[in-house]
């Protein structure tokens, strides 16, 4: 096989890949891609609760979980139509983007709802990173045809330090967004004020 025949077939490899793994709006990873690239810290942080001696200067010892979704949602789609939507998504993708680490993990977890995965933070932490990222999003407005709009997103955050599983730490993360949902949306709740 000739050298631009590989190139031609690692090129083509690596554009299913992002298929596979990644949203096509967003460019963030999808529920596939997050699992691929979160397992691994969460893997390493489950075994640090084990393995206490191991190289402490590479050690991952705990990862965090947000759970992100845009409030009113259908109300903007209804009154603005779904490009409206799509570029709110977009919008939120971009917001999250710039106030998180390169480490760390954010998907489109579905329709408006976005999940991010935070290297070694605490509960604390991550609604620290959390409700700057509410902030902004309260506080911004994107344009869509000439308009300026605005949208507010709702959070939930858990961490690892009680859990041993994803689906675990997901469910306390996805129970602390239906709380703040609840109990009047633009907030962040943290599962262990649960």
């Known amino acids: 096989m000739s050298s631009k025949s590989i190139k031609t077939l690692e090129k ?3 554009r299913l890949r992002e298929l596979a793994f990644k949203d096509e709006l967003t460019a ?13 810290f969460l893997r390493e942080a489950a075994a640090s609760k084990k393995f206490k001696g191991k190289r402490k200067s590479f050690f ?8 992100f979704d845009i409030d009113n949602f259908k109300k903007l789609n209804d009154t603005c139509g779904h490009d409206a939507g799509d570029e709110a998504i977009k ?9 998180v ?15 991010v995965g935070l290297v070694g933070a605490s509960e604390n932490d991550a609604d620290v990173i959390a409700e700057s990222i509410r902030e902004k999003a309260a506080g911004a407005k994107f344009k869509w045809r000439g308009k300026n709009l605005r949208f507010t997103v709702s959070g939930g955050v858990s961490d690892l330090r009680k859990f041993k ?16 949902k ?7 709740v943290k599962f262990g004020e649960l």
């Open 12 to 14: 083509e490899i690596k």
């Open 28 to 40: 963030l990873y999808n529920r596939r891609g997050f699992k691929e690239e979160s397992f691994k």
């Open 60 to 67: 991952i010892n705990n990862f965090s979980l947000i759970i």
């Open 91 to 99: 919008f939120l993708a971009k917001i999250i983007r710039e106030r």
């Open 101 to 115: 680490r390169a480490i760390d993990t954010i998907a489109r977890w579905g329709g408006e709802e976005f999940l």
């Open 165 to 180: 599983t994803f689906e675990d730490l997901f469910n306390a993360a996805d129970k602390a967004l239906y709380k703040a």
């Open 182 to 188: 609840r109990t009047g949306k633009n907030k962040i």
